[in-house]
């Protein structure tokens, strides 16, 4: 036990002074640096993984005329106790992080084990431990610097470690302040010419989400929103002749009634691996296809960093379902060629007559995906939706969930239970790693089941292109243009029905363009402008402008 005792006295100062060669460049870089959470103190950097060299020369970036050459190549060659990187570079003049300097001194300790077991003799020689006594001294106010350091991070660890939130949820908040206003000449008529001027304010509103994401195995995600907002849909309210009179100028980010800022609890799900190559996903509440499968228009799906608009996010079909609770699966999620399935029932908590799972409104979706390349995306869907218009207590079905014209979300009226086959494609492709471009189109045709026109159908078509270039005018900025045409009904028996004549004759168009500008990691600001021609296919209707400005604070 002595002679270890004595061996490891004498083989110290080589620990010494490989810990001061790791740490000396890397101390006036971490001085600043803060520390702001657990996770960050456990990832371990690969990227920058280091190996362990027999000789100086091995080193690609170092020369004898290094002012270090002589000390790199005493500690290599004598010790071997320094570590450079995989591509034989030593990098002598970058900072290390501390995961580098912790895989050198474990290499120095290893070192240090193997040469106690060992017992080697004259190891250090007197000269080296002058050299090394003059190192410490002449360095001893960068050392206890870096002991401070040392310290101080260990509180700090176990400060978060002590008074994070759970071991296993983490919380992610989004908050958006918004200033909009609607510009145009009058409020949009379904058909015929308007009558209503159109009216609108300025206005200022919020929306704020806080998630609870939980995992408990690694491979798993349990996740639970609360939502509370006061942002009005810029329709306004066709009884009082407010708003534009059109779902096409709704915001990406409204939150419909009651918008008063009460918190409610809007999304419940849990999702996890069956296996290698099937991912499941049940919701309780809230369900969301977007969410759920690959929307194919990345850039502008999220509500609080996409889009300004509801329609410019993604296709209307993805809409189905939305707000159920239901099952999505995935076979082959992280492959070229993928499927997902999915049902969703939108009233499957109610136990009365014509609800609950399998009775009530529901949506069976189906999509396959083709992503030979990160680059190049292709999607084939398919939903059928069955609407009963017992949803929220209303009378009135909504096919599109509130984008395109009034007529395509309710072709056959009130009270008028109808079934849907919805059919879409859409695509994206990245020509560069700063541009990108997507689009999707879609068919729907929908019959009424019961109601005053019991045996109509209705055919609607809608698409939709989108540009983005990304790190425009600074990194993580976006330019993004949209545009395309919202559902539309096309034609069917409904068309021809005394009062329907008059909808939907002519084309809406929608044109948006936006500005995503990143402050920082945590505030996105992003102006822009949406411009409906034809609102409501109506050509007799003046052009409506949205302006917007969303300011998102991400935490």
């Known amino acids: 036990m002595t002679k270890r005792f004595w061996n490891l006295i004498k083989v110290s100062p080589v620990v010494l002074a490989a810990t001061f060669f790791a740490t000396n460049s890397a101390l006036a870089a971490e001085v600043n640096e803060p520390v702001t959470n657990v996770t960050q103190l456990s990832e371990v950097q690969d990227s920058n993984s280091i190996d362990q060299v027999t000789s100086v020369s091995q080193f690609s970036d170092v020369q004898p005329t290094d002012w270090a050459f002589q000390a790199l190549q005493s500690l290599v060659e004598r010790y071997g106790c320094i570590a450079g990187y995989p591509n034989s570079t030593y990098r002598g003049n970058r900072a290390l992080t501390r995961y580098e300097f912790a895989a050198g001194l474990n290499a120095c300790l290893d070192r240090v084990n193997e040469l106690i077991a060992t017992a080697t003799a004259d190891l250090v020689s007197k000269q080296d431990l002058a050299t090394l006594q003059r190192l410490q001294e002449e360095y001893s106010a960068e050392l206890a610097t870096l002991r401070g350091r040392v310290d101080g991070l260990e509180a700090r660890t176990s400060e978060l470690e002590a008074n994070q939130f759970s071991t296993t949820t983490k919380l992610v908040g989004e908050a958006i302040f918004a200033v909009s206003d609607v510009f145009g000449d009058n409020r949009a008529a379904r058909g015929g010419n308007p009558t209503q001027d159109l009216n609108n304010n300025t206005t200022f509103s919020d929306r704020v989400r806080l998630n609870l994401y939980s995992s408990f195995t690694g491979k798993d995600q349990l996740q639970i929103r609360l939502t509370a907002g006061n942002i009005v849909s810029n329709r306004g309210n066709d009884a009082l002749g407010t708003g534009t009179g059109t779902n096409m100028s709704r915001l990406s980010f409204d939150v419909g009634a009651p918008a008063d800022n009460s918190v409610s609890i809007d999304k419940i799900n849990y999702a996890f691996n069956f296996s290698d190559a099937v991912r499941v996903k049940i919701d309780a509440t809230g369900g969301e296809l977007w969410e759920n499968v690959n929307n194919f228009n990345s850039d502008f799906a999220s509500s609080g960093k996409g889009a ?106 009130n009270n008028t239970r109808t079934i849907s086959n919805n059919y879409g494609v859409e695509a994206s492709f990245q020509f560069s790693p700063k541009l990108a471009i997507s689009g999707w189109g879609g068919y729907t045709t929908a019959d009424a089941i019961t109601g005053a026109n019991a045996g109509a159908d209705a055919d609607v078509w809608y698409w939709a292109g989108a540009l983005a270039l990304k790190d425009f005018g600074g990194e993580g900025n976006v330019l993004g243009i949209i545009f395309g045409q919202p559902p539309k009904v096309t034609g069917g028996s409904i068309k021809n029905v005394a009062g329907n ?13 936006l500005y995503k500008y990143k402050v920082s990691d945590n505030i996105q600001v992003t102006p822009g402008l949406l411009v409906i021609f034809n609102p409501e296919h109506n050509d007799a209707n003046g052009t409506e402008y949205v302006g917007t400005l969303r300011t998102t604070f991400s935490f």
Not at 316 to 344: C, E, M
Not at 371 to 382: D, E, H, R, S
């Open 308 to 413: 300004l608009s509801r329609y410019g996010r993604f296709s209307p079909i993805y809409r189905q379902g939305a707000g159920g609770a239901g099952v999505t699966v995935t076979f082959n999620p992280k492959g070229a060629i993928s499927l997902s399935g999915a049902y969703l029932a939108r009233t499957a908590n109610d136990p009365s007559l014509n609800n609950g799972l399998l009775d009530g409104d529901n949506a069976i979706f189906g999509q396959l995906s083709f992503q030979p390349t990160k680059a190049f995306n292709i999607g084939l869907t398919y939903a059928r939706t069955y609407q009963t218009n017992l949803v929220n207590n209303t009378v009135n079905n909504n096919l599109f969930q509130g984008t395109g014209s009034i007529f395509a979300n309710n072709p056959f009226g």
């Open 501 to 513: 004549t008059t909808f939907d004759d002519n084309t809406s168009y929608h044109l948006e363009g």
